[in-house]
């Protein structure tokens, strides 16, 4: 029954590798989007998809590439990486046509980088 | 760019006693939503402001909008330990939500 869902909840990797987030909502929303989380706890966007459709794309490395094969997964590609993508990464999803607009998010994934 | 900055970064308490931390936008923000962060949990939504000097309360905690829609604050009185987590706003600019840079919130038994 888990609203947004996501795998794996940790990973760890070698520097140069690339790797796959996976995220999956079941609550009919139409938005979802990643975040990345450092140590500090800062929470910054990185991507959200409408409707199969890329609407907002931070600065962020195109190392990081979002597929999104239905409305109800937004996953997370991530090539060549390096140490400073070690950090927690963070889907959600809203209703974007609704006033409220709560962003409801996932477990989160521990990426860790050596 | 948008910035959205939250003060303090953390925050000591003793338990029973208050804690108020404050959002500061650069820009005018379309609404604010308030999220709490538990150690080691994700974000869960707390509330949403959308008028100008808006008030809400939640038990004990307050939410203000201030006037300008630029800046906003979350009160808690009388801190319990379940208290314990770190509290984001997020300010919508245009169609897009930017977080606060977070205050974590440690409260001593």
């Known amino acids: 029954d888990t609203a947004v869902s996501q795998t794996p909840k940790y990973l760890v990797t070698q520097m140069g590798n690339d790797k796959s987030i996976k995220c999956e909502q079941n609550?009919?929303?139409?938005?979802m989007y990643w975040y990345k989380q450092d140590s500090k706890k800062f929470l910054k966007i990185m991507f959200s998809y409408n409707n199969k459709e890329l609407i907002i794309n931070e600065t962020v490395p195109n190392r990081f590439s979002p597929k999104s094969p239905d409305k109800a997964h937004l996953n997370l590609h991530i090539n060549s990486l390096e140490l400073g993508d070690s950090a927690v990464y963070f889907c959600?999803?809203?209703?974007?046509?609704?006033?409220?607009?709560?962003?409801?998010f996932g477990p989160g994934t521990r990426l860790t980088v050596l | 760019g948008q910035q959205v900055m939250q003060i303090p970064q953390y925050q000591h308490v003793q338990e029973g006693e208050d804690f108020t931390t404050y959002c500061n936008s650069s820009t005018t923000l379309s609404n604010i939503q308030w999220y709490k962060q538990r150690p080691g949990g994700h974000p869960v939504f707390l509330i949403q402001?959308?008028?100008?000097?808006e008030v809400k309360k939640q038990k004990r905690l307050t939410f203000q909008f201030g006037e300008a829609k630029k800046n906003s604050s979350l009160h808690i009185t009388a801190t319990q330990t379940t208290d314990v987590g770190t509290y984001f706003c997020a300010g919508l600019t245009g169609n897009q939500f930017y977080f606060g840079t977070g205050t974590s919130l440690t409260v001593i038994p």
């Open positions: 959600a999803s809203s209703h974007r046509d609704r006033v409220t607009d709560t962003q409801y």
């Open positions: 609550l009919g929303h139409d938005t």
């Open positions: 402001l959308v008028k100008s000097g």
